[in-house]
Structure formats: structure tokens, C-alpha cells
């Protein structure tokens, strides 16, 4: 992973966003090309998604969300994590995620030092071979923080009532510095804010929230959707868009954010088809994944049994990848039934049933949704496309070669152009008109500093699929029937063949689609 970070701060991908100023936990930035290999994801998506098919529609709803609608899908009431602080450093931990731990606490009633002495419980974990010395200075830091003099050394404390007790299996204890935590208390991931210039705080009608799915506006439109777009059932509504969630914990470089996109589907059905469907988009979902570049064998599917699962869901199937860091969630393909237009329907109070023309039958749609996650995906594909391999210049000198294979749909740079020399006008020439031709219809990068080979390597790295070089072969100076033709050197193979300038449009247009 720390290479795959590195390359990707290094040649434009991803940034920590704010860095300048110490960095915004849970947030990213994505560069020049970060925001091309997401552009083309997404785009890739919703012509697979929407545009392919005539029974899905596309919806881009508002991310400030009316507390009324988040109210009614339960997000206001049980959007949580439980979640604890450690009493030492004050690092919040979710307290689902702690790993379980044994070996012998030692718990402490107070501290005092001269006249000043404190009571308050505390404890400390020592795992099997810690020295015990361990828990009282741990111990001692804990009492120091309340002292009034910031400047005291935490040694000079006494500490009050030490009893020991073995313990097995527990999660109240900080494994980072054995600290006990807090009580887990439940933590509403959603971020708040206030709508309006006058608005007080504690106005509830000035309330809103940055959306933590983008499927509720489907729920909350798909009454307007079927009415103006004259869609039956089964039919979908999709979305790609931002999503906010405060996590506690972010982590793994931009797997777990605070702010990400999504890429959802609300797929409506008759209630009988709901189980069917979700097997048949589980399926679907698996070969597009397959189709941007990520193998088979490492997609993983979970059907999340019953208690696991969200309270709206009668079927869940989480598709999870070999990420470096472990088998992760990319996306959840869930029956959420009629759950959500129930609810909406419930408060406020208008009708969201459909009506069947042929059987006469009104009903509200049960829903499968595929909701994929943009930045994970993204994620998936540096991952899996980063490589290292070792290669034989053209001097025998062995070196390392970096190379991003990307899928072409996905790579954020097409082709590259280069002049074998950049003091030659006619090369010069032909690369800028062979830039403008094929720039019309695919992002291109025209290069024409340092050896060839040096060229080669830097799209390489940034997972380049196609290098094209204009010669002296080009100009007919060589061999008068290469004339017109050009290096298409490939990425993965370094294989080059000669192609006619005339036949580069078709033949790259048909390998990056
Ligand atoms: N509408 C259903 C829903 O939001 P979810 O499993 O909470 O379900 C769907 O989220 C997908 O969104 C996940 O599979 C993941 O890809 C992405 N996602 C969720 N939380 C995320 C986070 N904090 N950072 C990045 N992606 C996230």
C-alpha cells in the first residue's frame, strides 16, 4: 500500500486533502489523473447502467437532505456506530472493531502527589509477558493529565488501591496503550448543518443533513420519476453521487472516508421478483467488476446472514476484493423490500403505491439495489493494476519497471504522442496533428522531452496503455513504404508494431471502449 500511496501523490492520482495545512482526516483529493481514472469509472457506469438500457433511469438529487426524509428512512434515529474513547490518549475507537484481548488488568481508585490527590477510577492492560512497572506508568499519566500543574512529572504520583484481575476476551481496553476505554455510547454518522441565514440552532426546521446515501432522493422522487418518464415495473433509478458519513475511523487510504461517492441503483420490482433479482444483479455486478479489471478469484461474495444484515434488508450479498490490506466490501447488492417507500409513504402522508395496468393491482414496489462504492472501486483498480517487474534496457542493464496496468476503459491517459527528436520539425508536426486528430475523442499527452525510453517508462507509470512515435520512418527517410506510419508501442508487453496514421483513430477507439 505505501507504494501504491506514494505513486499516487507522486504522479498526480490522489492527494490527502488540505495537506498544506496538516491534512483533513477522511478526506481525498484526486489530481490530473485521479480525476480522469474516476471520470472514466463513472462514465463507464452509467453507459453500462443507463444509457444500455431501456429500464433504467438516471436522477442526480441534492446532497442537502431534508431532516423529514432522513427521519422517515431511520438514518435521524439509528444511523450509528457505537463507538468509545480511550481515557489516556483520547482516540475514539468504534467498539465493534476492537480485537478481543486477555491477560491480567490493574485497576487504580486515585493518584495523589503533596497536598493534591485525585479519586476517579482507572485501569490499565497488561498482556502475558508485560512487565507490570508498564501499567503504573501508564497509570501515572492518566492521573498527571488532571493535575493543575501541566509541568509535573507523572512519576513523582502515588498511585491509590492497585488490585489486579485476570481478564479474558475483553474489549475495554485500549490494545494501542492498554488504557480502559469508555462505555461504547451509540455515534449518528451523519453530518448536520443549518439551512438558512437566520436560522437559530435550535430551530428543527432549519436542520439538514449532507446525505449519507444517495438512495434516498430516488425514494423520495420515484413518484415523480413515474409519473414523467411513463416507466412499468421492473425498472431502476440510478445515481452517482457524494455521500457523507463521519466516520470514526477513517482508514486505508481512501477506503474508509468521510466524504466519497457512490454509485447506486434502486431497482423497483413486484414483491415475488425481489429474491430472484438480487441473485440476477449480484451476477451482473460480478462481470462488470470483471469488465474494468478486476480478476475473478480475487472478488469475493458474502451473503450477510440473518442479525448482520441492514433492518431494511431480507438479502444482502456483499461483493468484497483482495485489497492489500485484507478482503474488504466494494459493494452490497440488498433486497431492501418496500421498506423505504413504505416509510416515506407513512410520513408524509401521500401515496407512493403504483399501479399495475394489466393486473389491475396497486401495490408499493419492492426494491433491490446495487450500491457500489466510486472511491473503492477506484481504489480496487490501482491495486490490483500496480506492478513492478524487472526489465533489460537496451544496454543490458537490468532496471525496474513501474507499470499501472490498467484497463484501458479506466486509464486515465490514453495515448501518448512522442517526436523521436524534438528538433525535427516535420516529426514535431505530424505528432501535434496526430494529438489533435485523436484528441477529439480520447484524452492524449504529447511528450517530446528525454530518450524514448525514459518517455516509455513515465506513461508506464501512470498506466498509459499506448505510446505512439513519430520517426524518421514516419518521414519516409528509412524505408520509403514505411512512409505514414508510426511506433504503437503497448504498455503491458512493450511489444511495437507500425500502424498507418490513418488507421490510429479506429484501431484505439476500439481498444479503449
Ligand atoms: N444505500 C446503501 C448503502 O449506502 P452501504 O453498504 O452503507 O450501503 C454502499 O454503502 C457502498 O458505499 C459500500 O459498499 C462502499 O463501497 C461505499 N462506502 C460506504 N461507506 C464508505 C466510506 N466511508 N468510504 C468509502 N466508501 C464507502
Same mark, same amino acid.
Given at each position: 500500500?505505501?507504494?501504491?500511496? !506514494?505513486? $499516487?501523490?507522486?504522479?498526480?492520482?490522489?492527494?490527502?486533502?488540505?495537506?498544506?495545512?496538516?491534512?483533513?482526516?477522511?478526506?481525498?483529493?484526486?489530481?490530473?489523473?485521479?480525476?480522469?481514472? /474516476?471520470?472514466?469509472?463513472? #462514465?463507464?457506469?452509467?453507459?453500462?447502467?443507463?444509457?444500455?438500457?431501456?429500464?433504467?433511469?438516471?436522477?442526480?438529487?441534492?446532497?442537502?437532505?431534508?431532516?423529514?426524509?432522513?427521519?422517515?428512512?431511520?438514518?435521524?434515529?439509528?444511523?450509528?456506530?457505537?463507538?468509545?474513547?480511550?481515557?489516556?490518549?483520547?482516540?475514539?475507537?468504534?467498539?465493534?472493531?476492537?480485537?478481543?484481548?486477555?491477560?491480567?488488568?490493574?485497576?487504580?481508585?486515585?493518584?495523589?502527589?503533596?497536598?493534591?490527590?485525585?479519586?476517579? /477510577?482507572?485501569?490499565?492492560?497488561?498482556?502475558?509477558?508485560?512487565?507490570?512497572? &508498564?501499567?503504573?506508568?501508564?497509570?501515572?499519566?492518566?492521573?498527571?493529565?488532571?493535575?493543575?500543574? /501541566?509541568?509535573?512529572?507523572?512519576?513523582?504520583? +502515588?498511585?491509590?488501591?492497585?488490585?489486579?484481575?485476570? +481478564?479474558?476476551?475483553?474489549?475495554?481496553?485500549?490494545?494501542?496503550?492498554?488504557?480502559?476505554?469508555?462505555?461504547?455510547?451509540?455515534?449518528? =454518522?451523519?453530518?448536520?448543518?443549518?439551512?438558512?441565514?437566520?436560522? !437559530?440552532? #435550535?430551530?428543527?426546521?432549519?436542520?439538514?443533513?449532507?446525505?449519507?446515501?444517495?438512495?434516498?432522493?430516488?425514494?423520495?422522487?420515484?413518484?415523480?420519476?413515474?409519473?414523467?418518464?411513463?416507466?412499468?415495473?421492473?425498472?431502476?433509478?440510478?445515481?452517482?453521487?457524494?455521500?457523507?458519513?463521519?466516520?470514526?475511523?477513517?482508514?486505508?487510504?481512501?477506503?474508509?472516508?468521510?466524504?466519497?461517492?457512490?454509485?447506486?441503483?434502486?431497482?423497483?420490482?413486484?414483491?415475488?421478483?425481489?429474491?430472484?433479482?438480487?441473485?440476477?444483479?449480484?451476477?451482473?455486478? =460480478?462481470?462488470?467488476?470483471?469488465?474494468?479489471?478486476?480478476?475473478?478469484?480475487? =472478488?469475493?461474495?458474502?451473503?450477510?446472514?440473518?442479525?448482520?444484515?441492514?433492518?431494511?434488508?431480507?438479502?444482502?450479498?456483499?461483493? %468484497?476484493?483482495?485489497?492489500?490490506?485484507? $478482503?474488504?466490501? =466494494?459493494?452490497?447488492?440488498?433486497?431492501?423490500?418496500?421498506?423505504?417507500?413504505?416509510?416515506?409513504?407513512?410520513?408524509?402522508?401521500?401515496?407512493?403505491?403504483?399501479?399495475?395496468?394489466?393486473? /389491475?393491482?396497486?401495490?408499493?414496489?419492492?426494491?433491490?439495489?446495487?450500491?457500489?462504492? $466510486?472511491?473503492?472501486?477506484?481504489? *480496487?483498480?490501482?491495486?490490483? *493494476?500496480?506492478?513492478?517487474?524487472?526489465?533489460?534496457?537496451?544496454?543490458? &542493464?537490468?532496471?525496474?519497471?513501474?507499470?499501472?496496468?490498467?484497463?484501458?476503459?479506466?486509464?486515465?491517459?490514453?495515448?501518448?504522442?512522442?517526436?523521436?527528436?524534438?528538433?525535427? +520539425?516535420?516529426?514535431?508536426?505530424?505528432?501535434?496533428?496526430?494529438?489533435? +486528430?485523436?484528441?477529439?475523442?480520447?484524452?492524449?499527452?504529447?511528450?517530446?522531452?528525454?530518450?524514448?525510453?525514459?518517455?516509455?517508462?513515465?506513461?508506464? %507509470?501512470?498506466?498509459?496503455?499506448?505510446?505512439?512515435?513519430?520517426?524518421?520512418?514516419?518521414?519516409?527517410?528509412?524505408?520509403?513504404?514505411?512512409?505514414?506510419?508510426?511506433?504503437?508501442?503497448?504498455?503491458?508487453?512493450? %511489444?511495437?508494431?507500425?500502424?498507418?496514421?490513418?488507421?490510429?483513430?479506429?484501431?484505439?477507439?476500439?481498444?479503449?471502449?
Amino acid at each position: 500500500m505505501e507504494k501504491i500511496v !506514494s505513486l $499516487c501523490k507522486r504522479r498526480g492520482f490522489i492527494y490527502q486533502s488540505a495537506e498544506l495545512y496538516g491534512g483533513l482526516n477522511g478526506c481525498w483529493d484526486y489530481g490530473p489523473l485521479g480525476v480522469e481514472v /474516476k471520470r472514466n469509472l463513472k #462514465d463507464y457506469w452509467w453507459r453500462r447502467n443507463v444509457q444500455e438500457r431501456e429500464d433504467i433511469v438516471g436522477l442526480d438529487g441534492s446532497i442537502l437532505t431534508h431532516q423529514a426524509v432522513l427521519t422517515a428512512s431511520g438514518h435521524v434515529g439509528g444511523f450509528s456506530d457505537p463507538m468509545c474513547d480511550c481515557l489516556l490518549s483520547k482516540a475514539r475507537l468504534r467498539a465493534d472493531q476492537i480485537e478481543p484481548q486477555s491477560g491480567t488488568a490493574y485497576h487504580y481508585s486515585g493518584a495523589s502527589g503533596g497536598d493534591w490527590s485525585i479519586e476517579r /477510577k482507572f485501569a490499565v492492560l497488561l498482556r502475558e509477558g508485560q512487565n507490570e512497572n &508498564k501499567a503504573r506508568k501508564t497509570a501515572r499519566q492518566y492521573y498527571a493529565q488532571f493535575h493543575p500543574d /501541566k509541568s509535573l512529572s507523572p512519576k513523582t504520583l +502515588e498511585l491509590q488501591g492497585e488490585t489486579t484481575s485476570e +481478564e479474558n476476551n475483553t474489549t475495554s481496553f485500549n490494545p494501542e496503550n492498554g488504557s480502559l476505554l469508555t462505555e461504547a455510547r451509540e455515534f449518528n =454518522l451523519m453530518f448536520k448543518t443549518q439551512m438558512g441565514a437566520s436560522s !437559530s440552532e #435550535d430551530d428543527p426546521n432549519a436542520v439538514a443533513y449532507l446525505r449519507p446515501e444517495t438512495a434516498q432522493s430516488i425514494f423520495t422522487q420515484f413518484k415523480n420519476v413515474l409519473d414523467t418518464s411513463r416507466m412499468k415495473v421492473p425498472f431502476g433509478i440510478a445515481q452517482i453521487g457524494k455521500a457523507f458519513r463521519n466516520e470514526i475511523n477513517p482508514r486505508n487510504f481512501t477506503f474508509r472516508s468521510r466524504e466519497f461517492e457512490q454509485m447506486e441503483i434502486e431497482y423497483f420490482c413486484r414483491p415475488g421478483d425481489g429474491l430472484r433479482l438480487t441473485d440476477e444483479w449480484l451476477e451482473n455486478r =460480478l462481470s462488470f467488476y470483471e469488465d474494468i479489471g478486476l480478476p475473478r478469484e480475487k =472478488l469475493h461474495v458474502l451473503d450477510v446472514p440473518d442479525g448482520e444484515r441492514a433492518h431494511y434488508s431480507e438479502k444482502t450479498y456483499d461483493i %468484497e476484493f483482495d485489497f492489500p490490506f485484507g $478482503c474488504q466490501e =466494494l459493494e452490497g447488492v440488498a433486497y431492501r423490500t418496500n421498506y423505504d417507500l413504505s416509510k416515506h409513504q407513512e410520513h408524509s402522508g401521500k401515496p407512493i403505491e403504483y399501479f399495475d395496468e394489466t393486473t /389491475k393491482e396497486k401495490f408499493i414496489p419492492h426494491v433491490v439495489e446495487p450500491s457500489a462504492g $466510486c472511491d473503492r472501486t477506484v481504489l *480496487a483498480l490501482l491495486c490490483e *493494476a500496480f506492478d513492478e517487474e524487472d526489465v533489460v534496457d537496451s544496454k543490458g &542493464k537490468t532496471e525496474t519497471r513501474t507499470v499501472m496496468r490498467l484497463n484501458p476503459k479506466i486509464a486515465p491517459i490514453k495515448v501518448a504522442i512522442f517526436p523521436l527528436l524534438k528538433k525535427n +520539425e516535420d516529426q514535431v508536426k505530424i505528432s501535434r496533428e496526430i494529438q489533435e +486528430e485523436l484528441g477529439r475523442f480520447m484524452n492524449v499527452f504529447y511528450d517530446e522531452t528525454g530518450a524514448v525510453g525514459r518517455r516509455y517508462r513515465r506513461q508506464d %507509470e501512470v498506466g498509459t496503455p499506448f505510446c505512439i512515435t513519430v520517426d524518421f520512418e514516419t518521414l519516409g527517410e528509412e524505408e520509403p513504404e514505411l512512409k505514414g506510419t508510426v511506433t504503437l508501442r503497448h504498455r503491458d508487453s512493450m %511489444e511495437q508494431e507500425r500502424v498507418a496514421i490513418a488507421d490510429l483513430l479506429p484501431r484505439l477507439l476500439s481498444e479503449i471502449r
